[in-house]
């Protein structure tokens, strides 16, 4: 049975690690800024980290439990953990490094191992040490010390932090290969959105020690629910809204009203718009547009943002174009207007 259930709570000094993560999907993603309490989350389920109350529960077993007083060594709880440098055993072989998983170094393990690193297609580094192989083959061989103990669950903590972004890109492919044929769940931690949307069929967005946010990864990301959230999953434009109807609002930083099909519920307080979902008007202003004023143009390597004047000088409007989008504004200029799909309007509380 492939259901993670983490109700944990936890306080260290002034912070409050409170969460609640249930959830049987095969590739479990949470999303937070440094210092929200991802790799603590991480820790606690693993056992690393010493918690103050809760219960935490994998593939059936109960793994802590403060009510019952359970609470598993990290070497009982059958979890792999990567950390962010893969923690391998500098002075160590590579066998030796995934023999270190089994325990014991008896003739079996030594097969074991072996078999692992040719699935992994690290045979012929067998005694390698690790400083003698690339980021690539290290997170390899940490996948393999994990995988050759047959976990419930694997939990990577930031697992490509440490990785240049074209070797980033080539790993992240590399690792969903790898964990194709794993029955079990993977819990990733991480704050690129990027990674996330990639990995993760389920979605849990942390914020100074809570969720904010949970659901399937396109759900959170199509409607975040909050501005926190809209702004972690890459959101660059807000404004707060003045309500006046059930159908219209103003968006008072923007200097524009807003008319929707779809009702907006007292409880929205704000608005969201991702930068590369505005669409380019030509000619007469219709519904939902802001004037085109250009006041900045970032000229980035396959995109340019452009920033447009809205009533608050401090916070210009980010309209991201490229490829073909671009191609038609350098034949006719600029457009005179930008229109907001009511589709992508985000809808924050």
């Not at 191992?113 to 980021?135: N, Q, V």
């Not at 718009?273 to 004037?291: I, L, S, T």
């Not at 943002?305 to 009533?311: A, D, G, S, V």
Request: glycine share 8%; proline share 3%.
């Amino acid at each position: 049975m492939k259901r993670l259930y983490a109700d944990i709570h936890k306080r260290i000094d002034e912070f409050d690690l409170d969460v609640l993560i249930e959830s049987d999907a095969a590739r479990i993603g949470i999303l937070g800024e440094s210092g929200s309490g991802k790799s603590m989350t991480l820790r606690s389920i693993a056992g690393i980290e010493t918690v103050d109350s809760g219960h935490v529960e994998a593939g059936g077993r109960v793994l802590f439990d403060s009510a019952s007083k359970t609470d598993l060594k990290p070497q009982k709880r059958n979890v792999g953990y990567m950390f962010q440098n893969y923690a391998l055993f500098p002075t160590m072989s590579v066998l030796k490094n995934v023999m270190a998983g089994l325990g014991r170094a008896t003739e079996e393990n030594r097969i074991k191992a072996s078999d692992m690193l040719k699935r992994f297609r690290m045979d012929g580094f067998e005694d390698k040490l690790p400083g003698e192989l690339s980021g690539g083959q290290q997170q390899r061989v940490a996948l393999a010390r994990i995988m050759v103990t047959e976990p419930e669950l694997i939990l990577l903590d930031e697992p490509f932090s440490a990785l240049d972004s074209y070797l980033r890109d080539r790993m992240q492919v590399e690792m969903l290969e790898m964990l194709d044929e794993y029955d079990g769940q993977v819990v990733m931690v991480s704050h690129s959105r990027d990674e996330l949307y990639r990995f993760s069929e389920e979605l849990f967005i942390l914020s100074d020690g809570h969720i904010i946010r949970h659901g399937e990864i396109k759900d959170v990301f199509r409607e975040p629910g909050n501005a926190m959230a809209a702004r972690l999953t890459g959101c660059k434009n807000f404004s707060k809204i003045r309500q006046i109807d059930g159908h219209t609002v103003e968006a008072a930083d923007w200097g524009v009203t807003l008319k929707l099909k779809r009702k907006v519920p007292d409880t929205v307080h704000c608005i969201g718009y991702r930068a590369h979902r505005f669409e380019p008007v030509w000619g007469g202003m219709q519904d939902n547009c802001v004037k085109c004023d250009v006041v900045r143009v970032d000229d980035l390597p396959f995109e340019k943002n452009y920033y447009i004047r809205t009533l608050r000088e401090d916070e210009p409007l980010c309209w991201s174009v490229q490829g073909e989008e671009q191609r038609i504004i350098d034949y006719r200029g600029l457009p005179d207007y930008l229109k907001l799909a009511e589709d992508d309007i985000l809808l924050l509380e």
